[in-house]
T-cell receptor, first 114, second 114 residues
Framework: EDKVVQSPLSLVVHEGDTVTLNCSYE??????LLWYKQEKKAPTFLFMLTSSGIEKKSGRLSSILDKKELFSILNITATQTGDSAIYLCAVQRTGGTSYGKLTFGQGTILTVHP | NAGVTQTPKFRVLKTGQSMTLLCAQD?????MYWYRQDPGMGLRLIHY???????AKGEVPDGYNVSRLKKQNFLLGLESAAPSQTSVYFC?????????????FGDGTRLSIL
């Protein structure tokens, strides 16, 4: 059974701080690891990391994948109150029978105070 | 540019009542999914569909049924609601399914069973 564990489960910081969110996984026939941001409603896609793309960056957000040690981190620099959200990590298998299923971690609740 | 639309947004039911949640996507995606999100447990897959007229069970299918009569719509039914089904339900769609890639989520339906 695929497994995804995120840490910490919650985090409170002040604006301007840098945060690191962790995601470790166990999955058969790994294809990709995805990060989502969930504010009040729909999870929105941030990054997808695969064997051919183990590092991604978009503005103040960046993520790396360590396939050997089976983990990923999501870094947010110079945090803003708008970064307050639940950050979800998910893994996806390869193979047609996987049907694209995502296995999610519990999520990390990030709160950024002014 | 609607993406994935879920109706209703909120609903309160009594134990034993039935209802149907509707998901509609306008991206011509083949793959559609229903998840439930509970505190501390991330998102868990209920049922999924790999194309019009097909459905299959996910991780937590008991107490739910689904139908995909049209490519753009995926319905989730509760035949006899139970308090354990109180949750937030998310629908998602994907263009590539088992070939990998992100899923796009709707805003969710918050369901309370009394």
């Amino acid at each position: 059974e695929d497994k995804v564990v995120q840490s910490p489960l919650s985090l409170v910081v002040h604006e301007g701080d840098t945060v690191t969110l962790n995601c470790s996984y166990e999955v058969t026939n790994f294809r990709s690891l995805l990060w989502y941001k969930q504010e009040k409603k729909a999870p929105t896609f941030l990054f997808m990391l695969t064997s051919s793309g183990i590092e991604k960056k978009s503005g103040r957000l960046s993520s790396i994948l360590d396939k050997k040690e089976l983990f990923s981190i999501l870094n947010i620099t110079a945090t803003q109150t708008g970064d307050s959200a639940i950050y979800l990590c998910a893994v996806q298998r390869t193979g047609g029978t996987s049907y694209g299923k995502l296995t999610f971690g519990q999520g990390t609740i990030l709160t950024v105070h002014p | 540019n609607a993406g994935v639309t879920q109706t209703p947004k909120f609903r309160v039911l009594k134990t034993g009542q039935s209802m149907t949640l509707l998901c509609a996507q306008d991206m011509n995606h083949e793959y559609m999914y229903w998840y439930r999100q509970d505190p501390g447990m991330g998102l868990r897959l209920i049922h999924y569909s790999v194309g019009e007229g097909t459905t299959a069970k996910g991780e937590v299918p008991d107490g739910y049924n689904v139908s995909r009569l049209k490519k753009q719509n995926f319905l989730l039914g509760l035949e006899s609601a139970a308090p354990s089904q109180t949750s937030v339900y998310f629908c998602a769609s994907s263009a590539r399914g088992g070939r990998g890639g992100p899923q796009h989520f709707g805003d969710g339906t918050r369901l309370s069973i009394l």
